[in-house]
């Protein structure tokens, strides 16, 4: 399985930025689907962003023209710089890593979430 630690969330004021970070274990990072998802109290899991092993991406609604999601293979790490943020981006954020097993099966590993506070 894949180990994941997020990192870099915090408290923020609205029309600010983070950025987080997600550290990857093993040595095949480079082929992972990696997404952001996020969760807020009383609310289900919504993905904010996905970035492809060809760099494709894709956004929620909410997220496009504010946030990006960039991958390092080098370092085995995602990205998800969130600029211009609203009270309504406060959530757990969750790194997700997906890969395919035997063109079958795919599996999706979790880190254990970072806190995104956004408040005057």
């Known amino acids: 399985q894949v180990q994941l630690v997020e990192s870099g969330g915090g408290l923020v004021q609205p029309g600010g930025s983070l950025r987080l970070s997600c550290a990857a274990s093993?040595?095949?990072?480079?082929?992972?689907?990696m997404g952001w998802y996020r969760q807020a109290p009383g609310k289900q899991r919504e993905l904010v962003a996905a970035?492809?092993?060809?760099?494709?991406?894709n956004y929620a609604d909410s997220a496009k023209g504010r946030f990006t999601i960039s991958r390092d293979n080098a370092k085995n790490t995602v990205y998800l710089q969130m600029n211009s943020l609203k009270p309504e981006d406060a959530a757990v954020y969750y790194c997700?890593?997906?890969?395919?097993?035997?063109?079958?099966?795919?599996?999706?590993?979790w880190g254990r979430g970072t806190q995104v506070t956004v408040s005057s």
């Open positions: 970035i492809t092993p060809g760099d494709s991406t």
């Open positions: 997700d890593a997906r890969r395919i097993v035997f063109a079958t099966r795919s599996i999706d590993d």
């Open positions: 093993g040595s095949a990072f480079s082929g992972y689907v």
